[in-house]
Nanobody, 124 residues
Framework: QVQLVESGGGLVQAGGSLRLSCAAS????????MGWFRQAPGKEREFVAA????????FYAESVKGRFTISRDNAKNTVYLQMNSLKPEDTAVYYC?????????????????WGHGTQVTVSS
């Protein structure tokens, strides 16, 4: 089993920045990649970004390209989501997730483990 704990959420002004962290523990060696998802009130969960632990391939949703950056620290079993130029539309609960089997495209992978989420609120 993999345990995921998100942190770093909060309230930020539009145009500001925020960095989310996801600390993974447990059988993290079985995880091929990590992803960030978000869910706004009344909306479905959507993919944000993903990265492989071992290969470093990166995937982004079109809505965040150029603004968000996903990175990883394998030694710390931690992935990060640096969010710049935040918009009110980015307001959501952000979830960290892990996938334990290989997918060529992590945007469409079936993620197996999920954190409890961290709230990001962008005010205008």
């Amino acid at each position: 089993q993999v345990q995921l704990v998100e942190s770093g959420g909060g309230l930020v002004q539009a145009g500001g920045s925020l960095r989310l962290s996801c600390a993974a523990s447990g059988r993290i060696f079985s995880s091929y990649g990590m992803g960030w998802f978000r869910q706004a009130p009344g909306k479905e969960r959507e993919f944000v970004a993903a990265i492989r632990w071992n290969a470093g391939s990166i995937f982004y949703a079109e809505s965040v390209k150029g603004r968000f950056t996903i990175s990883r620290d394998n030694a710390k079993n931690t992935v990060y989501l640096q969010m710049n130029s935040l918009k009110p539309e980015d307001t959501a609960v952000y979830y960290c997730a892990a996938v334990t089997r290989y997918y060529s495209d992590l945007r469409s992978a079936k993620y197996d483990y999920w954190g409890h989420g961290t709230q990001v609120t962008v005010s205008s």
